[in-house]
């Protein structure tokens, strides 16, 4: 089997997590938070709909909660029981939290982590990050907060738009790396510029109706604003990261398809644009997509690591039908540090079994198949963001 152990990993999407939330959390929970449904439930605000060992109750048979447990006990050096990784991984994170977040990513051989800013809130200063997991930290400027923000003095269309243009610019200035937005989120991917809307008095009706998520004229609004994100993103020449595809229950899933966001992307062709999360699960898709238009890219989470039995398959079509040199590893990891690692592993193996296929199959000699998992794991997110990590 081709070895990629010595082969570093820069993670092209995750969110901060610093030590000052690890700690608040409920230790006998871990497990539980790293599994999507587990993630899910407290950032879509479900918890209350589930009793509390509900969650424990589904990890017991799922596939990634069951390697996870198995896997950190070797590395942790317990049983592999729930209850025993659990606890020595507090006493870890207890006794010495940033030597415990060092290890982490000695060991997964992680070398850079492209942060998003916009969760969790408040914002977490990537300094922190950087001293406590001894690694490069890339920021990413999440639009959605800025908005919210520009909206506090904005008295008109024009003055938001203006605002939240400045906003942006100076934080690319201050050294993000990107800029991302979660549009699906608010009020759908099909971005359109609206031509012929009368958009201060949109502006007008979405602030009287208190700025709700949704269509109508909070999505002309938010339309409008990704059209300007991606002018500060091309002014800038720094790549526009776009949530696509599923996540929690508050996306607008009819319109979080790839296909959806197909018209913006076409009318952007120009520039970067980062497909975050694959379009999830429609990857065959955003695999598609970005085989036909040439700065269209692919970030591999939510399938890594999460599709376990199912990530063999969905990396074959990434890599199969998508450039590879356009596919970028991320975890997504927004709950806990040990996504990170144990994402990385999982990406490091599933990638060698798919590319020993190729090999096997006579798509690829064995260099050619290095070269792929080197781009993957961490050229193709360098070379796009012109990374100097
Ligand atoms: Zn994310």
């Not at 993000?176 to 009706?205: N, T, V």
């Not at 999360?277 to 955003?286: F, R």
């Not at 806990?336 to 193996?349: D, G, N």
Request: with cysteine; hydrophobic share 45%.
């Amino acid at each position: 089997m081709i070895d990629l152990s010595s082969i570093k990993a820069i993670d092209a999407h995750n969110h901060g997590l610093p030590l000052s939330i690890l700690r608040r959390n409920d230790p006998a929970g871990m497990i539980d938070r790293c599994t999507i449904t587990g993630m899910c439930i407290p950032s879509s605000n479900l918890a209350g709909a589930v009793a509390a060992d509900f969650v424990s109750g589904l990890s017991q048979t799922t596939p990634f909660a069951l390697a996870l447990i198995r896997e950190l006990a070797g590395f942790l050096g317990c049983d592999p029981s729930l209850e025993a990784v659990q606890r020595s991984r507090n006493e870890r994170l207890v006794a010495d939290g940033v030597g415990y977040l060092r290890s982490l990513m000695k060991s997964a051989g992680i070398a850079g982590l492209i942060v998003d800013d916009g969760y969790p809130q408040p914002r977490v200063d990537p300094a922190i990050l950087r001293e406590e997991y001894a690694v490069p930290i890339g920021s990413v400027v999440r639009i959605e907060p800025l908005i919210l923000e520009a909206l506090e003095t904005a008295t008109s269309w024009r003055s938001l738009n203006e605002t939240f243009a400045e906003r942006l610019s100076a934080a690319i200035d201050a050294g993000a790396i990107a800029i991302k937005s979660i549009i699906a989120y608010r009020s759908g991917l099909d971005i359109a510029w609206p031509s012929g809307e009368d958009l201060e008095a949109h502006f007008s009706r979405w602030r009287d109706a208190g700025l709700p998520r949704g269509r109508g004229s909070s999505k002309i609004m938010r339309d409008a604003l990704a059209y300007s994100a991606a002018d500060v993103a091309k002014r800038h020449d720094v790549p526009f990261h776009i949530h696509c595809g599923g996540g929690d229950s508050d996306i607008f899933l009819e319109q979080a398809r790839p296909s959806c966001l197909f018209p913006f992307l076409k009318d952007r062709f120009e520039q970067d644009i980062v497909l975050i999360h694959a379009g999830w699960p429609w990857t065959d898709e955003a695999a598609f997509i970005a085989s036909i238009l040439p700065r269209v890219y692919i970030e591999t989470s939510l399938a890594t690591p999460w599709a376990s039995l199912a990530l063999e398959q969905k990396l074959n079509t990434l890599l199969g039908v998508a450039p590879p040199r356009k596919v970028l590893y991320g975890s997504d990891a927004s709950s806990e540090p040990e996504i990170l690692w144990f994402s990385a592993r999982v990406m490091r193996r599933t990638l060698a079994r798919v590319l020993e296929n190729g090999i096997g199959s006579g798509w690829l000699v064995e260099k050619e198949a290095r070269m792929i998992a080197e781009d993957v794991l961490a050229g193709n997110v360098r070379r796009l963001h012109r990374l100097d990590f």
